[in-house]
């Protein structure tokens, strides 16, 4: 028996690997979705390198942003399946995938606007006691509330401090430029401490001040190991920013590799880069 699980892990890990014997911490194999009489996603699959910073590009349509749902549950798909950390995610709820680690971003920003910055930010986080309101009242467990409600406090000022956006702890939300929306959501995203981030152009209407700042961020949030795929219009941030780019046209993967790889493929210039490059 102990022989048999231990092939059973193998081929698990091995089911993991993508390229050569690289280990993908996410896995999309053939996956489908239609809306109507329109294919949105035929077939798309890919892994994504654990550790990576790695660039999902396309023509609008391709079907990237419908990828995106379909991973997070925001969509379920019609056919194929969806691996994060050697588990089979495919189909749960979006709450039940970002627990898991693996946390999301939108092209729109859906902040709270009636809120601060810091209620914003106090709202994602997991597992806290207080969220049951027995807890919060019996003498046996009120002092663990209120010990978890000041380590999210302590943990809420870390991620603003790291943006640099606590100088706006206790501005609405609504109040905020596209920019600052965009850190806003990026810390939200970042207090479910996740294994790996989806970012759906997070680049798009910042201006050049708070792009730098915010690419400043996602690349030292990758540096400490955090895995990242990123849709991205900007053809010049996601070229000299990641490390492996993987192509979608017309609801399938065109192609992927590196970006010199997809700077010199034929099929991707005609298909979307054209005059880009």
Known sequence: MSETLA??????????RTGEGVEAVLRVEDLHKNFGGI???DGATFGVERGSMTGLI???????????????????????????????????RPYQVANRG???????????????????L?????????????????????????????ALRDRVWEVLEFFEIAHLAEEKASNLSGGQRKLLELSRALMLDPTMLML???FAGVNPTLQKKLLERVEE??????????????????????????????????TEGTPADI?????????YLGSEI
């Open 102 to 120: 693996l946390v999301r971003t939108f092209q729109i920003v859906r902040e709270l606007p009636n809120l601060t910055v810091f209620e914003n």
């Open 58 to 92: 396309g023509p609008n349509g391709a079907g990237k942003s419908t990828v995106f749902n379909l991973v997070t549950g925001i969509e379920d798909p019609d056919a194929g399946t969806v691996r994060f950390q050697g588990e089979d995610i495919t189909g749960l």
């Open 221 to 254: 949030l990758n540096d400490e190991g955090r895995t990242f795929l990123v849709v991205e219009h900007d053809m010049d941030l996601i070229m000299n920013h990641c490390e492996h780019i993987i192509v979608m046209y017309q609801g399938r993967v065109l």
């Open 263 to 271: 700077k010199a493929d034929e099929e991707v210039i005609e298909a």
């Open 200 to 202: 759906d152009e997070p």
């Open 7 to 16: 092939h059973e892990d193998e081929s698990s890990a091995e089911s993991e």
């Open 122 to 150: 106090m709202l994602p986080a997991k597992a806290q006691g207080g969220e049951a309101l027995w807890r919060s009242v019996l003498p046996g467990f009120r002092r663990r509330v209120v010990d978890e409600e000041r």
């Open 39 to 41: 294919t949105a996603v």
